[in-house]
């Protein structure tokens, strides 16, 4: 398949967003004149756009599917939830099939058959009798004469060649002519062809070129060959072959604009997929927004983190100098360079509406399968956060609304005997604090029952019998991998990838997960997301002469123990007792294997830094030898080198021009 | 002097790619967004296109309407019109024949019978 510039797709996801928020808003208004039409024209819009962009196949697919909305709005029949549900299902086979958009993959042309099929089961049920329904009965054989009245030769440039070339092109069709040119002039003009358009749609074909000549069209029987000519005639056992059960499957196929085959064979007299990517380059460079690659943004975003780091040394050398020019040099181009840093990054902002459309999505197909009434609401989904962070949050953020509707929202019986609303409500809500953003995600639902929690965390000996937890350490029991707690593995949630998958997701962007509940009132969970992810607010701290930076997000307490107590631990992790309570640790140095001999300072330092950290339910405290202080570290990758080195997630240059490792706690953690 | 087109339709992509296929055919193109402002700048100037090629599904005012309204001007009378639509409803482009249609081009169209017909309906403008 030819390759597009992603601008075309864009267009038309665009599109299929509009059309899909239209769907949804129907649901609850099924007669809707004005969204009816609104949906007929995105249809509209979508298919003529599919054509413009050559993608026939898929255009014909949008053609039959806004038929649909064209009757529905003709008031021809109802508009249902069934409709809605295939018509949602339709908006996601197209998205899916922007990938695939000439429907080349087998899967593709199945599904279209499918989804074709199932709106067509639907509305021949609905379709009032009287009306008249369309009967699809198989091709037809035409006979057409054409007897210009005007001088008509070969390749005169008279709209009729082209559009008898247009029938010809038509797919799996037979197609001859015979034509009688004396002197170079045709006179009368005989073509026998096979088509599945009804004879009236072919004559209007010729209509605007109706002065210029004298057409004839009839349906022809097989019988009927002696109004053939005679070299005409030789073709006739071969449209007798074809005019079995199997033609007219692929007419069927043919209909629906699915070719069985996958050879777009470009055809003289086509747009040329050369010349249509340089009218969309053309195109993209006219409009007012401009798309620009993620990578040259990330490319922008490093070399961007270059100057910030090599601003930083010149702040350290400037304060050596106590040149006052040096100084007022280094501090405008530390203003420089962080307005710069925060322009590029703008760049790669989108706000979370973007994710809307998908929640309330969401939100309409599993109440309606799970027999609940929600309703979803958001406020803030103007805050803006970095298209990665909110690509990597999509999954975590749906995996909690499926849950929120699962286990939190009741069914609308129990909530009337609760004395609730029979419909359950689920906020969210977005915000910005400091350099972080705040989703919330709040339910009315039934909150979490910490003694069905406590039970089963024992049964899967999560933890001991005797354990004594509060409620709040049990809460968080639920991001404990493995942990479900459906009765039943449902078919929406429980599958025991829960709420742990989605606690590392946030994590792995530097976010936190905090959990509020209620038993009986709700459930809150709060998701705090840095606005960055090339920034990151870490704890430098130094082992030997090493500098390591740890996220801040997993950072819980720090504790300092003298040396000695530290040395006596035999491997790289083992319990210590702190503050009279015993903790694994895990010692960088011995992590690393850097031994005494790689610092000098080791023998001198007296005390251990023990930082406690968690991912999970799972804390772990971490040695180094000491803490330097909070930094903002700029992340750059490491090369090739050190791609095997797991408990690394990337580097940063300090200030003073020494190299800091950041370290990956989830793995270090979950390693050791 | 260059051929002048007016290309009217309401969604930008499309525009955008029949404005750079005709450019690069030599014609000169400007565009309308909606059948209103198609009158309006066919009204200022109507004789300084040489043709009008409309989609026929439109809010509000579609391609038919365009057309008959068009018509009504005496200077455009005879002025090339060629409606660019995904429909073949034959009573649709009955109507617009008589109401004085130059050609009706059914997308996704072939390129050269695309530009034929264009070609075409400007050499024999009457």
Not at chain 2, 5 to 17: A, K, M, P, S, Y
Not at chain 2, 45 to 56: A, F, G, I, K, T
Not at chain 2, 59 to 87: D, S
Request: net charge neutral; aromatic share 8%.
């Amino acid at each position: 398949m030819a390759k597009y510039d992603e601008g075309y797709l864009d267009d038309l996801a665009d599109l299929l967003n509009s059309l899909e928020s239209n769907f949804l808003q129907l649901e609850n208004k099924f007669d809707n004149q004005e969204l009816l039409e609104q949906s007929f024209r995105d249809l509209h819009t979508i298919k003529g756009a599919a054509y413009m962009y050559n993608l026939k196949q898929y255009g014909d697919f949008v053609h039959n599917f806004e038929n649909i909305y064209d009757d529905i709005r003709n008031k021809k029949y109802q508009l249902s939830s069934d409709i809605i549900k295939l018509s949602l299902d339709c908006i996601d086979f197209l998205r899916t099939a922007l990938q695939d958009s000439r429907f080349e993959e087998e899967h593709t042309s199945t599904t279209a058959i499918q989804l074709l099929n199932s709106l067509n089961v639907i509305t021949n049920d609905l379709t009032i009798s009287g009306n008249k329904s369309e009967v699809y009965v198989g091709p037809s054989i035409y006979l057409l004469v054409i007897e210009p009245k005007i001088t008509l030769k070969a390749n005169d440039g008279h709209p009729l060649h082209y559009i008898i070339a247009d029938l010809k092109e038509y797919p799996n069709q037979e197609f001859l002519s015979f034509k009688k040119r004396p002197k170079g002039a045709i006179s009368k003009w005989k073509l026998l062809f096979q088509s599945s358009q009804k004879k009236e749609e072919i004559e209007s074909l010729f209509l605007f070129v109706e002065e210029d000549l004298k057409i004839q069209l009839e349906e022809f029987k097989i019988e009927d060959k002696r109004k053939l000519d005679e070299p005409m005639k030789r073709f006739l056992p071969l449209m007798e072959e074809k005019s079995g059960q199997h033609l007219v499957k692929d007419l069927k196929l043919a209909l629906c604009g699915i070719k069985k085959t996958s050879t777009p064979t470009t055809k003289k007299g086509e747009i040329q997929p050369k010349e249509k990517s340089d009218s969309l380059k053309e195109k993209i460079k006219q409009t007012s927004y401009l798309k620009v690659s993620q990578d040259k943004i990330d490319d922008l975003m490093s070399w961007v983190s270059e100057l910030i780091t090599m601003q930083a040394t010149l702040k350290e050398e400037a304060n050596k100098f106590q040149s006052e020019t040096l100084f007022r040099v280094s501090e405008n181009m530390e203003f420089i360079s962080e307005n710069l840093r925060e322009t590029i990054f703008s760049i790669s902002l989108v706000p979370i509406s973007r994710l809307e459309t998908r929640f309330k999505r969401l939100i309409h197909d599993l109440s309606r399968e799970l027999n609940k009434k929600v309703d979803l609401k958001t406020n803030g989904a103007e805050t803006e956060l970095d298209k990665k962070i909110i690509e990597s949050l999509t999954d975590p953020l749906l995996h909690i609304l499926r849950n929120c509707i699962d286990h939190g929202i009741e069914t609308p019986t129990e909530r009337k005997k609760n004395g609730k609303a029979e419909e359950g409500t689920i906020i969210v809500d977005s915000y910005y604090s400091g350099n972080h953003v705040i989703i919330e995600i709040t339910d009315d639902g039934k909150g979490i029952d910490t003694q069905k929690v406590k039970k089963k965390a024992i049964e899967r000996g999560i933890i001991g019998k005797d354990d004594n937890l509060k409620d709040d350490e049990l809460h968080y029991l639920i991001f404990h991998p493995g942990f479900s707690t459906a009765e039943k593995i449902s078919d929406v949630s429980g599958r025991g990838v829960g709420m742990d998958v989605v606690r590392k997701k946030i994590q792995e962007i530097r976010g936190e997960v905090i959990l509020d509940s209620e038993f009986g009132k709700g459930t809150k969970i709060t998701i705090k997301i840095p606005l960055s992810l090339s920034i990151i607010d870490g704890l430098l701290t130094k082992v030997g002469h090493n500098y390591f930076v740890l996220p801040l997000n997993t950072v819980r307490e720090i504790h300092r123990i003298s040396k000695s107590q530290f040395e006596k631990l035999p491997h790289a992790s083992n319990i210590l007792e702190i503050e009279g309570k015993q903790m694994p640790v895990i010692s960088l140095e011995k992590t690393f294997n850097m031994g005494p001999s790689n610092g000098s300072q080791y023998l001198q330092n007296q005390t251990a830094d023990i930082i406690s950290a968690d991912i999970g339910i799972t804390k772990k405290g971490i040695a180094v030898d000491s803490i330097v202080g909070q930094v903002k570290a700029v992340l750059k990758p490491l090369s090739e080198y050190y791609k095997n080195q797991e408990f690394i997630s990337g580097g940063t240059i300090l200030g003073n021009g020494k190299l800091a490792l950041i370290l990956d706690i989830d793995k270090l953690i979950m390693k050791n | 002097m260059k051929n002048r087109i007016l290309v009217v339709d309401d969604f930008q992509g499309i525009r955008e790619i029949l404005s750079n296929t005709l450019k690069r055919k030599g014609y000169e193109i400007h565009t309308a967004s909606n059948g209103k402002e198609a009158i309006e700048i066919l009204a200022s100037e109507p004789n300084s296109y040489d043709l009008v090629l409309s989609d026929y599904n439109m809010p509000e005012m579609n391609g038919y309407e365009l057309l008959k309204n068009v018509r009504k001007t005496p200077e455009l009378k005879n002025k090339p019109f060629i409606l660019l639509t995904t429909e073949a409803d034959p009573e649709k482009m009955k109507s617009a024949k008589n109401a004085g249609l130059t050609a009706w081009v059914k997308k996704p169209y072939k390129l050269d019978a695309f530009l034929s017909q264009i070609a075409y309906a400007i050499k024999n403008r009457s």
